[in-house]
């Protein structure tokens, strides 16, 4: 039973233009969500996060949105670079107990110059 | 630069062989997790450990994977015998249970392939 969904393994978007991969969950306990960007042959590295508290964050070109009444997650990039080509995971856990991050399964995303 | 340690890089051992997988957390983090990524499954936890302690391998096939830390700068993930399906990549992260995000850090992986 996957807690975290990536429902579209791949997205292609052109350069200069928004990306928006999006993240659904299940369980609305979750108290943080966080975004992994992994290159071919590297550790996935952290991103960016979001608490549950909030609404939106934002890091540069990077933006989270949560919308917890709909249990879900995006993740906008502005504008695009082939540089952010990758896969990128959406990731969940609760705070109580330090429970391990639980991850969905990536969506590739493809910025095409 | 501190950062997650993982040798061998790549594996590429026989079906029935022991393959043993190393980590090196960063220094002063206290949680290590182990997580093997497939195209089916994506990023899979197999085990983490707080403090040392082992504290859920549920993610684990128990009979043939084992998962240790025989101190604070290292961390084992060993299989015996193994087998062809346990081809993938598999990572280590550590990170501190002292921060409210849970930031992971990870390692550029292990890349086994078992003929």
């Known amino acids: 039973d996957q807690q975290v969904k990536q429902n579209s393994p791949s997205l292609s978007v052109q350069e200069g233009r928004i990306s928006i991969l999006n993240c659904d969950y299940t369980?609305?306990?979750?108290?943080?969500f966080l975004w992994y960007k992994k290159y071919p042959a590297e550790g996935p590295t952290f991103l960016i996060s979001?608490?549950?508290?909030?609404d939106k964050n934002e890091d540069g070109r990077f933006t989270v949105f949560l919308n917890k009444s709909a249990k879900h997650l995006s993740l906008h990039i502005v504008p695009s670079q082939p540089g952010d080509s990758a896969v990128y995971f959406c990731?969940?856990?609760?705070?109580?107990?330090?429970?391990?991050?639980?991850f969905g399964k990536g969506t590739r995303l493809s910025v095409i110059a | 630069d501190a950062r997650v340690t993982q040798t061998p890089r790549h594996k590429v051992t026989e079906m029935g062989q022991e393959v043993t997988m190393r980590c090196q957390p960063i220094?002063?983090?206290?949680?290590v997790f182990w997580y093997r990524q497939t195209m089916m499954q994506g990023l899979e936890l197999l085990a983490y450990?707080?403090?040392?302690?082992?504290?859920?391998d549920s993610g684990m096939p128990k009979d043939r994977f084992s998962a240790e830390m025989p101190d604070a700068t290292l961390a084992t993930l060993k299989i015996q015998p193994s087998e062809p399906r346990d081809s993938a990549v598999y990572f280590c992260?550590?990170?501190?249970?002292?921060?409210?995000?849970?930031?992971?850090?990870f390692g550029p992986g292990t890349r086994l392939t078992v003929l």
């Open positions: 369980n609305s306990m979750f108290d943080y």
């Open positions: 220094l002063g983090h206290n949680t």
């Open positions: 979001i608490s549950s508290i909030k």
């Open positions: 992260a550590s990170g501190h249970s002292g921060r409210a995000d849970n930031e992971q850090f």
């Open positions: 990731a969940a856990f609760l705070l109580s107990g330090n429970t391990p991050l639980v």
């Open positions: 450990f707080r403090n040392r302690a082992p504290l859920d």
